[in-house]
């Protein structure tokens, strides 16, 4: 059973930084890319924040470039998100999602962040 477990959500004020972990476990071979997206609520659909691949090639939403820093740990099967220079607009629950070769997607149940303004 392949479970990812997020954790490292919580409030902030406006400007300033949370760390994401997403920890997967479970019987998983080859992981492919890791990412993050997040939902901000009614109206909203679930976007894109960041994936990175194996290797550590990086995909950004545009609206985090430069704030947002994705990175794993291949050994661990954890990936990380670190968000610094934070918004009231970031405020959203924020998934884990892994991709593997040859098999499922899996996602996370989801993690909070609030940003205080």
């Known amino acids: 059973?392949?479970?990812l477990v997020e954790s490292g959500g919580g409030l902030a004020q406006a400007g300033g930084s949370l760390r994401l972990s997403c920890a997967a476990s479970?019987?998983?071979f080859n992981i492919n890319r890791m990412g993050w997206y997040r939902h901000q609520g009614p109206g909203f659909q679930r976007e894109l924040v960041a994936t990175i691949s194996g290797g550590g090639e990086t995909i950004y939403a545009d609206s985090v470039k430069g704030r947002f820093t994705?990175?794993?740990?291949n050994a661990r099967n954890t990936a990380y998100l670190q968000m610094d220079r934070l918004k009231p607009e970031d405020t959203a629950?924020?998934?884990c999602k892994i991709w593997v070769d040859y098999g499922p997607?899996?996602?996370?149940?989801?993690?909070?962040?609030t940003v205080s303004s």
Do not use: L
């Not at 997607?105 to 962040?113: A, N, P």
């Open 1 to 3: 059973q392949v479970q």
């Open 26 to 28: 479970g019987i998983i």
């Open 70 to 73: 994705i990175s794993r740990d």
């Open 93 to 95: 629950t924020y998934y």
């Open 105 to 113: 997607d899996y996602w996370g149940r989801g993690t909070q962040v």
